[in-house]
């Protein structure tokens, strides 16, 4: 089945360490996002890619940096610059063209030791 | 301002109790309006796009409507499995295909 992954599921980060969450699909979407969804707040933009080896900055990229070295791949790296990291991130993909719909993983929940 | 409000926060409902959410948009040139359930620790779920004011899908116990203004998200004689948190979404020009979110309107149903 076409689907987007998200890994790990729970995620710990320590005081001053770089995490990376890991997103695949299989959908053949040429653009990824990522999002971060905290209690009471909608789903706010990280970054994005339009296409390999392309991508931009979304409204709260401060703290976070991405990949797309890979079609199919969008890693973002939580860095020890984001003072405030602890959310449940989410990872979409959609078709290039056009105003399509975006379609998600199940998430990873990073929490702080 | 781009923005997408939604309401209420939180709807409860018993069995059968028709109701419908409220997602309310400003945006420069609406591209579309996507609807989506999420259900706890889960990602959002996709249900329906509309791009044009009058425009109606249907799905199951769900039906959206759209207006230049807003967007309804009507449940009709619902059942404790339509329990969730749902979503609402715009595109607009100028944003190739990035989306604002609304903060979701939680909704509970009870047997």
């Known amino acids: 089945d076409g689907g987007i992954t998200q890994s790990p599921k729970y995620l710990f980060r320590k005081e001053g360490q770089n995490v990376t969450l890991s997103c695949e699909q299989n959908?053949?979407?040429?653009?990824m996002y990522w999002y971060r969804q905290d209690p009471g707040q909608g789903l706010r933009l990280i970054y994005y890619?339009?296409?390999?080896?392309?991508?931009q900055k979304g409204d709260i990229a401060e703290g976070y940096s991405v990949s797309r070295e890979k079609k199919e791949s969008f890693p973002l790296t939580v860095t020890s610059a984001q003072k405030n990291p602890t959310a449940f991130y989410l990872c979409?993909?959609?078709?290039?063209?056009?105003?399509?719909?975006?379609?998600f993983g199940d998430g990873t929940r990073l929490s702080i030791l | 301002e781009d923005q997408v409000t939604q309401s209420p926060e939180a709807l409860r409902l018993q069995e059968g109790e028709s109701s419908s959410l409220n997602c309310s948009y400003t945006?420069?040139?609406?591209?579309?309006l996507f609807w989506y359930r999420q259900d706890p620790g889960k990602g959002p779920e996709f249900l329906f796009t509309?791009?044009?004011a009058g425009e109606e899908k249907e799905k199951e116990r769900l039906k959206a409507t759209l207006t230049k203004k807003e967007s309804f998200l009507h449940i009709t004689a619902p059942k404790p499995e339509d329990s969730a948190t749902y979503l609402c979404?715009?595109?607009?020009?100028?944003?190739?295909?990035?989306?604002?979110f609304g903060a979701g309107t939680r909704l509970a149903v009870h047997p």
């Open positions: 979409a993909s959609s078709q290039g063209k056009g105003n399509q719909p975006q379609h």
């Open positions: 959908l053949n979407h040429d653009a």
């Open positions: 890619s339009q296409i390999v080896n392309d991508f």
């Open positions: 945006v420069s040139g609406l591209r579309g």
């Open positions: 509309l791009y044009s």
């Open positions: 979404a715009v595109g607009f020009s100028g944003g190739y295909n990035k989306l604002i």
